[in-house]
């Protein structure tokens, strides 16, 4: 169940394996392996795969059956109610999508002081 729920994830968040797999710093190959149920992905990586979708680490192992909203907090509510999910994830570049994922792989102190960063540059 392992690799449908990430397949699954990945798909509905618009990247391909290379990206995901890029970002985890493996091959595209052996992320391939997860989706397709030949290998398991570690701890570590089930860990990092949940902080970049949003998800928990027992939804990803099929322990949870229902998907977390992901628009929870006010700030993606907001752009929920905007565009929709599917075209807010659509409008994303390439390049944005990978800072998503980069992001959400730091600890939530350190991306509060990139989000304050950046909110002062576009001041």
Same mark, same amino acid.
């Given at each position: 169940?392992?690799?449908? *729920?990430? &397949?699954?994830? *990945?798909?509905? @968040?618009?990247?391909?394996?290379?990206?995901? $797999?890029?970002?985890? @710093?493996?091959?595209?190959?052996?992320? /391939?392996?997860?989706?397709?149920?030949?290998?398991? !992905?570690?701890? @570590?990586?089930?860990?990092?795969?949940?902080? +970049?979708?949003?998800?928990?680490?027992?939804?990803?192992?099929?322990?949870?059956?229902?998907? !977390?909203?992901?628009? /929870?907090?006010?700030?993606?509510?907001? +752009? $929920?109610?905007? /565009?929709?999910?599917? *075209?807010?994830? $659509?409008?994303?570049?390439?390049?944005?999508?990978?800072?998503?994922?980069?992001?959400?792989?730091?600890?939530?102190?350190?991306?509060?002081?990139?989000?304050? +960063?950046? &909110?002062?540059?576009?001041?």
């Amino acid at each position: 169940m392992v690799g449908k *729920r990430l &397949r699954e994830l *990945r798909l509905s @968040n618009g990247f391909t394996q290379k990206q995901i $797999a890029d970002v985890l @710093n493996i091959d595209r190959s052996t992320y /391939s392996y997860y989706e397709t149920r030949k290998t398991q !992905p570690d701890l @570590n990586v089930i860990k990092k795969l949940a902080s +970049m979708y949003n998800v928990s680490c027992d939804y990803i192992l099929d322990f949870e059956r229902s998907k !977390p909203d992901i628009f /929870s907090d006010t700030g993606n509510r907001y +752009m $929920a109610e905007l /565009s929709g999910k599917e *075209r807010f994830l $659509a409008s994303l570049s390439e390049f944005e999508r990978a800072f998503i994922l980069y992001l959400r792989l730091l600890p939530i102190e350190r991306q509060q002081e990139i989000f304050d +960063m950046i &909110r002062e540059e576009t001041k």
